[in-house]
């Protein structure tokens, strides 16, 4: 099975390049053309200045906050490949993790603020021990998503 999450990735996208042009429209439209009047709604140029900077800088920067990523999954063929990267403004490395489905050792699932930032621990046998993986953050991914992802995981863990 395999599968990634480039349309949410995408959509995230867009969704910031949307608030970035309607931000700077405002601020033009407002500041520089005086285009626009004041009191608007019975709000100044200052309170609504404020609510749209709030709105913007939550949505620029919610997913860098929830640490969304970018994810490639994939167990077709003897190997679990996981590949993911930071999605949010400033995009991070691309990281790749690939174990044998004969030395996987399992997962384990950890929440933080609330369930809303999610991340995934694997698990690799090696000869010296248990190998630990880097958190892979699964917050971004589908409902549908991560129930593909985890029955495949648990296919290969080996049973206690």
Same mark, same amino acid.
């Given at each position: 099975?395999?599968?990634?999450?480039?349309?949410?990735?995408?959509?995230? #996208?867009? +969704?910031?390049?949307?608030?970035?042009?309607?931000? &700077?429209?405002?601020?033009?439209? *407002?500041?520089?053309?005086? =285009?626009?009047k004041?009191?608007? @709604?019975?709000?100044?140029? *200052?309170?609504?200045? &404020?609510? @749209? *900077?709030g709105?913007?800088? %939550?949505i620029? %920067? @919610?997913?860098?906050? @929830?640490?969304?990523?970018?994810?490639?999954f994939?167990?077709?063929?003897?190997?679990i490949?996981?590949?993911?990267?930071?999605?949010?403004?400033?995009?991070? +490395?691309?990281?790749?993790?690939?174990?044998?489905?004969?030395?996987?050792?399992?997962?384990?699932?950890?929440?933080? !603020?609330?369930? %809303?930032?999610?991340?995934?621990? /694997?698990?690799? #046998? %090696?000869?010296?021990?248990? $190998?630990?993986?880097?958190?892979?953050? =699964?917050?971004? !991914?589908?409902?549908?998503?991560?129930?593909? &992802?985890?029955?495949? /995981?648990?296919?290969? $863990?080996? +049973?206690?």
């Amino acid at each position: 099975m395999t599968f990634n999450n480039s349309k949410t990735i995408i959509s995230l #996208r867009i +969704r910031l390049f949307a608030a970035t042009v309607i931000f &700077l429209v405002y601020i033009v439209l *407002t500041y520089a053309a005086k =285009i626009i009047k004041y009191p608007l @709604l019975g709000m100044s140029d *200052t309170a609504w200045t &404020l609510i @749209l *900077t709030g709105c913007y800088f %939550l949505i620029a %920067l @919610l997913p860098m906050f @929830l640490s969304y990523q970018y994810i490639y999954f994939s167990d077709d063929g003897n190997d679990i490949i996981i590949r993911y990267f930071f999605s949010g403004i400033v995009g991070g +490395r691309k990281n790749s993790v690939e174990i044998s489905k004969k030395t996987f050792s399992g997962y384990k699932i950890e929440s933080k !603020l609330f369930g %809303l930032k999610q991340s995934i621990i /694997l698990y690799q #046998r %090696l000869k010296d021990g248990i $190998a630990k993986y880097p958190p892979i953050y =699964i917050s971004v !991914l589908k409902h549908e998503e991560k129930e593909k &992802l985890l029955m495949s /995981l648990n296919k290969y $863990a080996p +049973r206690v």
